[in-house]
């Protein structure tokens, strides 16, 4: 799921149940709300290890993602300290993607609603 907000974060985590999920940032994230701001959004839940930051062009961002915890960060790979990056990420127990996963941009659904409820079940094939 891509999340935008606290909400996004303690609906989809609701909804999920014990299922386990991946809360990823929109695009570049990191440049904007920045690494702390992005965190926050899964502190009430004690939720980090759901979360990929998507660092975009900044290795900077990326590399404070992933002393700050995170499990997985998106960073494009045409930078020239990807695979150093990807290097020390595997060190820590983590992984650099080069890209984002699939998922569904939850700013596209109204989680409020029941029917935008029934979408985010049936994109976690829940019953």
């Given at each position: 799921m891509i999340v935008h907000g606290a909400e996004d974060v303690a609906l989809?985590?609701?909804l999920a149940g014990a299922r386990p999920v991946a809360l990823l940032s929109a695009p570049g994230v990191a440049g904007y709300l920045g690494v702390t701001g992005?965190?926050?959004?899964?502190?009430p839940h004690a939720a980090l290890r759901l979360?990929?930051?998507d660092a975009a062009d900044a290795p900077g961002h990326a590399l404070e993602a992933l002393r700050a915890g995170f499990p997985q960060v998106v960073l494009d790979p045409r930078l020239a300290g990807f695979a150093a990056l990807a290097a020390l990420a595997e060190g820590m127990g983590a992984k650099l993607l080069p890209a984002p996963p699939p998922a569904l941009?939850?700013?596209?659904?109204?989680?409020r609603k029941p029917q935008g409820q029934a979408?985010?079940?049936r994109w976690l094939d829940l019953p």
């Open positions: 989809t985590l609701a992005f965190a926050a959004l899964f502190a979360a990929i930051l941009d939850l700013a596209r659904v109204d989680l979408h985010l079940a």
